[in-house]
């Protein structure tokens, strides 16, 4: 199971991160309190090394914002929290993820039919358009089975990261809040137990599946 830590800021947590079997991590460039600047992402990319995917997130930005971070920065999966369309997150010629807000019981079967080119939908907590990070969740049993492969996010810590996965069985799970002592600083205890507790789900997932 793809493990994300996202909203990454500084470069002891980039190699943290990493050191606990992170497979995905996450870089804020829209309004946040994890938000960063191109030329200060550069350096935390800089650490990340190959078969660890650099995932950038935006919101309902311009155009030109997103390609002036793409001119500076390489990057392998685009994140899309706002109301853009399937068409503008396509435009960019990357792999993209769509953020889906849970709060406000959405339609998932359209949201696949409107974003058919990602690679995954990225389902939060969060109502559509507003950003995550908030540390909140959402009921996982109403889910239904989805096509696109499942990005859970939300609220997610090492104390109810295993029931998340037993329930959903999503392809990946995304973590920000989650694993800080505060906005923006991740905890390298936090995120070792995180994945502790992924991996132990996956665990119990292969061994009733082998019953």
């Known amino acids: 199971m793809v493990i994300k830590i996202c909203g990454l800021t500084r470069v002891e947590d980039v190699d943290a991160a990493i050191a606990a079997g992170a497979h995905a991590l996450g870089f804020v460039f829209a309004a946040s309190p994890r938000r960063l600047t191109a030329d200060l992402a550069a350096p935390l990319l800089a650490r990340v090394p190959a078969g660890v995917l650099r995932v950038?997130?935006?919101?309902?930005q311009e155009r030109d914002e997103i390609d002036a971070v793409l001119d500076r920065l390489a990057l392998d999966v685009l994140q899309f929290h706002g109301q853009e369309d399937g068409a503008f997150c396509e435009s960019f010629g990357l792999p993209y993820l769509k953020a889906v807000g849970m709060r406000q019981n959405p339609s998932l079967p359209r949201a696949e039919r409107e974003y058919a080119g990602a690679i995954g939908l990225l389902l939060d907590s969060h109502a559509g358009g507003e950003r995550g990070g908030t540390g909140e969740t959402f009921d996982w049993r109403r889910l239904p089975a989805l096509a696109k492969p499942v990005w859970l996010a939300g609220g997610l810590h090492a104390g109810n990261v295993g029931v998340a996965v037993e329930t959903v069985r999503p392809y990946a799970v995304d973590v920000s809040s989650g694993v800080e002592s505060r906005?923006?600083?991740k905890d390298a205890a936090r995120m070792n137990?995180?994945?502790?507790a992924v991996r132990q789900a996956g665990e119990r997932i292969r061994e009733v599946e082998n019953t």
Request: glycine share 16%; proline share 8%.
């Open 56 to 60: 950038g997130l935006f919101r309902d």
């Open 183 to 185: 906005p923006g600083v």
């Open 193 to 196: 137990a995180f994945v502790k």
